[in-house]
């Protein structure tokens, strides 16, 4: 069974565009993140939400937009796509907030912007 | 200075060899420190959490030191499947902060 799942586990699009990553956790856990690994493998953590609230906001550009229908998904939209953008963005998922938990990752989401 | 570091390697040991890493973190009210291990092409998986006192899991120990800011990793009789890269991981309330990873070759 997938613990945190993502999709698209590719994505390669142009500039300008407009992509979404879907994020799943069946693992019952109260918070959720995204991350973002550059080619420097250089794992940065962008947002974290909480039950469905935005807990975690690093300064990441106002294109990137989590969204959290519930606490099981949280989503990620990116509005014109630029080349800086191409990463792989994990999701990942822990019990609760308080960092001695463990988080579980997703697969990741190869992201290319031609 | 960066809030974690880690040197980048990459470690080139032979099988059965001992290795140890350090990671060094700026902030000094951190107060949980975690190594995770991330295999190429895949997701970082949560390898041990480190406690003030050291902790260890079978051939891995996991030391913190607070006055010198900085944690280890020491992996006893490598084996080729502990070729990955190590990650550190330091915790401050909703601040969390990955080092950039140790990449670990285990030769035959």
């Known amino acids: 069974d997938t613990a945190v799942s993502q999709t698209p586990k590719y994505l390669v699009t142009q500039m300008g565009n407009d992509k979404s990553i879907k994020c799943e956790q069946n693992l019952g856990h109260d918070t959720m993140y995204w991350y973002k690994q550059d080619s420097k493998k250089f794992l940065k953590i962008m947002f974290s939400?909480?039950?469905?609230?935005?807990?975690i906001n690093e300064t990441v550009p106002n294109r990137f937009s989590p969204k959290s229908p519930d606490k099981a998904h949280l989503n990620l939209h990116i509005n014109s796509l630029e080349l800086g953008d191409s990463a792989v963005y994990f999701c990942?998922?822990?019990?609760?907030?308080?960092?001695?938990?463990?988080?579980?990752f997703g697969p990741g989401t190869r992201l290319t912007v031609t | 200075r960066k809030e974690v570091e880690q040197d980048p390697g990459p470690f080139n040991v032979p099988e059965g060899a001992t290795v140890a890493f350090n990671c060094t973190y700026s902030n000094s009210a951190s107060q949980s420190f975690f190594w995770y291990r991330q295999d190429c092409r895949k997701e970082p998986k949560l390898l041990m959490s480190?406690?003030?006192s050291g902790n260890e899991d079978g051939r891995f120990t996991a030391q913190l030191n607070r006055a010198s800011q900085y944690i280890s990793l020491l992996i006893r009789d490598s084996k080729l499947s502990d070729s990955a890269t190590y990650l550190c991981?330091?915790?401050?309330?909703?601040?969390?902060?990955f080092g950039a990873g140790t990449r670990l070759t285990v030769k035959p």
């Open positions: 939400y909480n039950n469905k609230e935005l807990i």
């Open positions: 990942a998922s822990s019990q609760d907030r308080v960092p001695r938990y463990e988080q579980y």
């Open positions: 480190v406690y003030s």
């Open positions: 991981v330091v915790h401050n309330n909703n601040d969390m902060r």
